[in-house]
């Protein structure tokens, strides 16, 4: 039988293999070797283990390295490296923890660099910036869509809790593997293995062995090591609040020109522009980018110019009667900044229900990415709100879902929405707009069953099955 994972084949899809692993010429080779030193290894050689902070960065002169899965599966390759590759992802740019075991397949000498050095290099070298960065993202991109990472979700399509850690780490693009109760054979022999039962459920393993029954988004970032190559206690030149599209550009901005910058996320890097599935009218980009890919971009961007971002970190205070300034988070010391930008962005507006809160992540959801979009296939959904975030999400879901209604409390869309948005929603037959309409009722029992609306003008409720 064929490998059901078999390693990335250098000669399918060139153009994508080469910008993913490319050789570096002998004057490219050469001018990073001037930011590091040379290193000889024997067959082997452990590099870099999976799961260990991943600072080093190595260049191929002579011999080979194999880049494998990491420990407690079935060993896999995941990639060979020869003369003139390298190793490394984004990851490393942030200082985060390893996904893979990377080891000397061959003796030979190569060239190591350590993450400081590695961000000088690509601060200073524009044209092996472009290469070292473009393969960093591509190889983060190839791990995700493999699974190749140290974490097992097992929950349940219809939990909340499951819901919000699959966004949790979807959107700070953290490669793992989904086992769904409902859906999925041999959930009882995984169950058993790890002592949990149902009712623990969402339950995160990471590693292999590290059990959190239903944790907080800040304890899966403690265990993930997300933030452990930041000193909080560091005192900062600019501490930005907020990771959204302003908060990232301020800390580009401000790090490209040489500043300490330090950036708390509540959540993950992007807000709410990060949970769209396309945007269309954001300079540069002409055929439209997704909001998480927009965001990853950005992030990436922050960590080559030597910015930090803490991540699941809220800001709880801020403490301005003397210099430094500090800020309070949660589960922490508080972070000293000579000078702070509040880019906190906003926040989801809700319906005035008593039971609203019953049904958020199990009917009721703020944002229309893929997870979402999964939950909702072939259904019949139901839109609310006349701005591009609504657009955005109701021509995404006509997609791939039943029919979509979308309700608006005006009049229509020309005030609040832009012009190739309403074009788009004109000509999709399976959206309906519904004007001078409000949710007045949420029904149902475990999950949202029924929704029931009424038009402002003419007094008419509409009672709806979802």
């Not at 984004?90 to 075991?101: E, F, N, Q």
């Not at 239903?214 to 030149?237: C, M, V, W």
């Not at 055929?287 to 950005?298: H, K």
């Not at 009667?321 to 507006?349: E, F, H, W």
Request: charged letters at 25%; aromatic letters at 6%.
């Amino acid at each position: 039988m064929p490998d059901p994972d078999p390693p990335i084949q250098l000669t399918s899809i060139a153009s994508a293999a080469e910008r993913m692993f490319p050789k570096l010429k002998p004057e490219q080779i050469e001018r990073a070797a001037a930011h590091g030193h040379i290193r000889r290894v024997q067959e082997g050689e452990v590099l870099v283990e999976a799961g260990a902070q991943n600072t080093r960065f190595f260049i191929v002169r002579t011999g080979r390295l194999e880049i494998v899965r990491p420990p407690g599966t079935d060993e896999h390759l995941v990639a060979p490296l020869g003369p003139g590759q390298f190793t490394g992802e984004t990851s490393m740019l942030a200082g985060r923890r390893g996904l893979v075991r990377i080891r000397a397949k061959e003796a030979g000498e190569l060239i190591e660099l350590e993450r400081e050095q590695l961000l000088a290099l690509v601060q200073t070298d524009s044209e092996l910036s472009e290469i070292l960065m473009r393969a960093f993202i591509l190889r983060r991109v190839e791990l995700i869509a493999r699974g190749y990472g140290d974490v097992v979700l097992l929950g349940s399509m219809h939990s909340p809790g499951t819901l919000r850690i699959k966004e949790f780490l979807t959107r700070n693009n953290h490669p793992y593997s989904y086992i769904d109760l409902d859906r999925d054979s041999g959930v009882q022999e995984l169950l058993d293995r790890f002592h949990v039962s149902v009712q623990d459920v969402p339950v995160v393993i990471c590693g292999g062995d590290v059990v959190l029954r239903n944790p907080s988004n800040d304890q899966i970032a403690e265990y993930l090591g997300f933030n452990d190559a930041i000193d909080q206690t560091q005192l900062r030149d600019v501490v930005i609040i907020g990771a959204g599209p302003a908060g990232l550009a301020a800390a580009v901005y401000g790090a490209s020109e040489g500043l300490d910058v330090l950036v708390l996320e509540s959540n993950a890097p992007g807000g709410q522009a990060g949970a769209s599935s396309k945007i269309e009218n954001y300079l540069g980009f002409p055929t439209g980018i997704s909001g998480q890919d927009l965001a990853g971009r950005a992030y990436s961007q922050v960590h080559k110019f030597g910015a930090q971002v803490m991540i699941a970190k809220s800001a709880k205070r801020l403490k301005c009667d003397g210099k430094p300034y500090a800020i309070d988070i949660n589960r922490g010391l508080p972070v000293p900044a000579r000078s702070i930008i509040i880019a906190t962005g906003a926040q989801y507006r809700r319906l005035s229900l008593e039971n609203l809160a019953q049904f958020e992540g199990n009917g009721v959801y703020y944002g229309a990415t893929f997870v979402e979009s999964q939950l909702c296939a072939g259904e019949e959904v139901i839109v609310i709100g006349g701005g591009n975030s609504a657009g955005q999400a109701a021509v995404f879901l006509a997609q791939t879902t039943k029919h979509v209604y979308l309700l608006v409390r005006s009049s229509g869309l020309a005030d609040s929405m832009s012009r190739y948005l309403i074009r788009r929603i004109e000509e999709t037959p399976s959206i309906t707009l519904l004007p001078h309409t409000e949710v007045t009722a949420l029904e149902g029992t475990d999950r949202l069953e029924r929704v029931r609306w009424q038009n402002s003008k003419t007094g008419k409720v509409e009672t709806h099955e979802v």
